[in-house]
């Protein structure tokens, strides 16, 4: 059985990399060209970095990936709040949960073939490692996407300062944006980032509110929304840009503070689990032990004497 379990995984693997190799590797027009001894088209032969062949390894393998619109619209979503805005970023992703779920239980398979263990479990693991192969690349854009979140978060209040810095000088808020992507570039590049995507798109014609409300989309960052819908309201109305910017920093300030505040007041329930298991076992073996010793050594074989 083991033996067949083998030569079967065997030639899995070979038809594997026989398929990846032909749709890669093999160009039907140099073939024909040395068929032929025609030229069919010129063009320079560069070599090709390890890291491109790996994503166009993917990108081909996401095509054969089964895709609903419905999944396509959230997946691209999450894709450009995690900062993967490429045009084939949607089909490498596929390509990985494919490669991926094909590639980590074959590694089970190999692993578990020559364990004593139950099959059950050997078949609940290699379940295990197909499930974590196919949704794992999800996983993985959802934990970027939050970083990047909590990065945007982060620059966030600093950049709004700065932005009514440059209002109050003199300049627009196209140009305070411009401004602000320039000097955040390396302290918050995430944001910086934002921002030079906003500045991209007034350039190309776009009105500034639907600007704004992309981005706010693109971040999904709650207190970005608020600072677009406080710009988009002061655009409309006509009030002061300068003042309502100066309003609401101060009450991101202010909500800063509560915030660090609740979280100050949550510190002593949080720190009561890591006292009591980890601070106070040690320290009764510090303050009890030497008397407990003690007391073992000299007070019991007293006792038993009398």
Not at 292 to 306: A, C, D, F, V
């Amino acid at each position: 059985m083991a033996l067949l379990l083998t030569a079967l995984i065997f030639v899995l693997i070979s038809v594997a990399i026989t398929a990846v190799g032909m749709r890669v590797w093999i160009k039907p027009k140099e073939a024909m060209e040395r068929v032929s001894g025609v030229m069919l088209e010129q063009r320079d032969v560069s070599p090709t970095h390890p890291s491109l062949v790996f994503r166009e390894i993917l990108e081909k393998l996401g095509k054969y990936m089964p895709q609903n619109p419905k999944d396509m619209t959230v997946m691209q979503r999450k894709l450009v709040r995690a900062g993967f805005r490429s045009e084939n970023a949607l089909r490498m992703l596929y390509g990985a949960k494919l490669g991926f779920g094909i590639l980590v239980p074959v590694l089970m398979i190999l692993l578990v073939s020559g364990s004593a263990s139950d099959p059950s479990n050997k078949f609940l693991a290699i379940l295990g490692a197909a499930a974590f192969g196919f949704f794992g690349p999800n996983e993985y854009v959802k934990i970027i996407g939050q970083r990047r979140q909590k990065d945007i978060q982060r620059g966030l209040s600093n950049s709004l300062d700065l932005m009514v810095v440059c209002v109050e000088s003199g300049l627009g808020l196209d140009q305070a944006i411009m401004q602000v992507a320039k000097e955040l570039e390396h302290a918050h590049p995430a944001i910086s980032e934002e921002f030079a995507l906003v500045n991209l798109e007034l350039k190309a014609g776009k009105r500034r509110v639907e600007a704004l409300r992309n981005l706010a989309e693109r971040a999904g960052v709650p207190d970005l929304k608020k600072l677009v819908a406080v710009l988009i309201q002061a655009d409309r109305f006509g009030t002061s840009i300068a003042q309502s910017l100066r309003g609401h920093a101060d009450f991101m300030r202010v909500q800063a503070r509560q915030i660090a505040e609740e979280k100050a007041a949550k510190l002593g329930v949080k720190l009561v689990f890591p006292i009591f298991f980890c601070i106070l076992p040690s320290l009764f073996v510090v303050t009890v032990g030497p008397v407990t010793m003690k007391i073992i050594r000299e007070l019991i074989p007293m006792m038993n004497g009398i």
